[in-house]
């Protein structure tokens, strides 16, 4: 896969699961907790295959992967426990 395709994709896919994180907050549903949960896991992993394919330096890799799961966290975790109040 070509690098600009693949930086495309990482960040339309880590975009998504923000936004996706940010409803998930005011409006609770076990498939989107689901689906972000799998968009995490895709930015992941193409973030790390980015970082191995481009010779980046591995700490500023792994700073903006921290910085990112702490904000997708920050919508999933609340949401969970809306989502397991409800049930």
């Given at each position: 896969m070509d690098m600009k395709a693949l930086l495309v994709?990482?960040?339309t896919v880590a975009l998504t699961s923000v936004l996706l994180s940010s409803y998930s907050f005011f409006m609770p549903a076990l498939n989107k907790l689901r689906?972000?949960?799998g968009?995490?896991?895709l930015t992941l992993i193409?973030?790390?295959w980015l970082v191995l394919?481009?010779?980046?330096?591995?700490?500023?890799?792994?700073l903006s992967g921290l910085v990112y799961v702490g904000a997708v966290l920050v919508g999933l975790v609340p949401a969970r426990h809306k989502l397991a109040k409800q049930t």
């Open positions: 994709f990482h960040i689906i972000t949960c968009l995490v896991a193409s973030g790390t394919a481009t010779h980046v330096p591995i700490l500023s890799g792994c």
